[in-house]
């Protein structure tokens, strides 16, 4: 194969490669989750996993954190307690949903996932569940927040539950 044609096939990889990358965005995800002690009446007796499975995450890499007055602000309150705060980097394509990040603590018995879809709008979509441990006669319960929320860049967004609630925000990079 002559040199020419191996240098013109290199450059047509590389306009691919540059065109199929072309819409890929990267974005900061932060999310803060708080318990909250608002009365309610609601009855909630949910007591199996109701989280849509997830294949894949995305990789675990940290974002910068611009909320961190917000969670001081929301620790020094009474009605809330906050008890996770983490940020992410991840790409979205275009008209496409980003690979989840996984939200775990453990000792809070939370756990699930968030995951933005990029489109004419940008959209959250937040899976997560919250075992209670506080008191004995709501051991086994399971909180349960789905939500998909439109949301602005750089703008803090409150998706909202009776016994706990997440913060999140994104921006771009």
Known sequence: MSQQLKVFYFLVLLLV???ATADVRQFYIEVIVFKQNAPNSEVF???ETEIEVVKH???DISGKKTMSTLYRRLDKSLDYRPFYYKSWKVEARSGRMSLPVEIYDASQK???WVKIQRGELLHVLADIELSPSESVEEDGLIYHLKEKRRVLFKEVHYLDHPKFGLIVKVSPI
Do not use: H, P, S, V
Request: hydrophobic residues 25%; aromatic residues 8%; charged residues 25%.
């Open 45 to 47: 007796e949910q007591k």
């Open 57 to 59: 995450y995305a990789r």
């Open 110 to 112: 939370l756990t699930g």
């Open 17 to 19: 490669q540059n065109i």
